[in-house]
Nanobody, 121 residues
């Protein structure tokens, strides 16, 4: 499984960005977006199981961020609206192809390279 993330950048507070993650695999996969801010541990932001029926969001982004996938299931997006300075972080997409629980970062074996999001006040 290979992942390629893009779409980060500099945006003012209240603005929007859409991150993209191209996923190269022939297997069914669960996917997540996670982030690591300055001096912080990596945290789970959103999850999207293969079946797409149970999306999950961290409390800090729920209502502002949306995770989705295209019909071909080779691209995963994270739409981020009403961005706040606290959202500043390197954002990573990740995928797994086994049945381990979706909502645990440590269960993901395949990671993209990260894309930096900076939100100015």
């Amino acid at each position: 499984v290979q992942l390629q993330a893009s779409g980060g950048g500099l945006v003012q507070a209240g603005g929007s960005l859409r991150l993209s993650c191209v996923v190269s695999t022939r297997s069914a996969y669960d996917t997540i977006w996670s982030r690591q801010g300055p001096g912080k541990e990596r945290e789970l932001v959103a999850t999207l199981p293969w079946r797409g029926d149970k999306k999950w969001y961290a409390d800090s982004v729920r209502g502002r961020f949306t995770i989705s996938r295209n019909n071909a299931k080779d691209t995963v997006w994270l739409q981020m609206n009403n961005l706040k300075p606290g959202d500043t972080a390197v954002y990573y997409c990740a995928a797994k192809t086994d049945g381990r629980p979706v909502n645990r970062i440590s269960n993901y074996d395949h990671w993209g390279q990260g894309t930096l999001v900076t939100v100015s006040s």
